[in-house]
């Protein structure tokens, strides 16, 4: 019994891992969410941002990926129930879609906020 559990602990994160590596493979807005991580992770080590600055940057990009992921699988589950065109299948998804805009926007602003005064002195 000790056994299974475990087993099952470790089944959870490999299917948790395979939902990743699905949507890194397959979908393109979240390629590009992860490119923009990666760039900004390299802004955080030029511009030496310091503890609580990088955590804010970290947070909302890790934010838009997860906004991102539960809208695609709200994408995908919708075109299951419904593989016609319904309205309400197609509110649904604008609702879903405008979330990850929503945080999107968020790191926007955000990233204004924090890299303005470093790329002033940059320049
Ligand atoms: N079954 C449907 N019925 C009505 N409208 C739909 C339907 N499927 C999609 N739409 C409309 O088309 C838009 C795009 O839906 P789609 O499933 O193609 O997402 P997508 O373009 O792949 O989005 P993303 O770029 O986030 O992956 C929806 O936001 C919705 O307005």
Redesign the pocket.
Known sequence: MKNLQKQNFFKTFENAFTGIFLVIKK???FQIEIFALFVNIFLIYYFELNAAETSIILIVCFVVLVA?ML??AL?KM??FV??????K???I??I??GA?LMAAIGAVIIGIIIYQHYIMEFF
């Not at 419904?82 to 309205?87: A, C, D, L, M, R």
């Open positions: 979908e393109r807005n991102e809208n695609t994408e919708a075109d419904e593989p016609n065109f319904n309205s299948i197609g509110i998804k604008d879903a879609a990850v």
